[in-house]
């Protein structure tokens, strides 16, 4: 029993936190490119309770969980939407998508082969699309 709601917090451990976090960012880029559709968030949700899965495994991992969420979502777009994100960078040339580096390690970045340019942070990606004159 416990009054004071302090020491009773709900079961939410590290790795739970770190799913959520990574969704949350995969999530904020999925808006800030205007495909947040609710299919596409069901994407996301099947990659986080995949990642649960993978993570309960290997609890290392979970600073790499955003990555491979964004890397999932990816794929997953790629297959019914398209490319996605479309790289803002290159302002000519076949439009191409932004890749995750590093796959599998912390503090992933959005990331064009082509300019070989850190494009943003993922969970970012909204704050390098629009043009540094945007609001
Ligand atoms: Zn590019």
Redesign the pocket.
């Known amino acids: 029993m416990d009054p004071h709601g302090g020491t009773g917090a709900p079961s939410v451990g590290p790795l739970e936190q770190a799913l959520h976090a990574a969704r949350a960012l995969v999530l904020a880029d999925l808006v800030a490119r205007e495909v947040a559709e609710a299919d596409v968030v069901s994407l996301v949700e099947e990659s986080v309770t995949h990642r649960r899965w993978w993570v309960e495994q290997w609890p290392e991992g979970a600073g790499f969980l955003a990555g491979l969420v964004a890397q999932d979502v990816q794929d997953a777009l790629l297959e019914r939407y398209g490319r996605w994100p479309l ?4 302002g000519s ?1 076949d439009p ?1 998508a ?1 890749e995750v580096q590093p796959e599998l390690g912390p503090d992933p970045h959005w990331v ?4 070989g ?1 850190k ?1 943003a942070a993922v969970g970012a990606l909204g704050r390098a699309t629009g043009g540094a004159a945007d609001s």
């Open positions: 790289c803002p960078v290159c040339g191409h932004l064009c082969h082509k300019a340019v494009v």
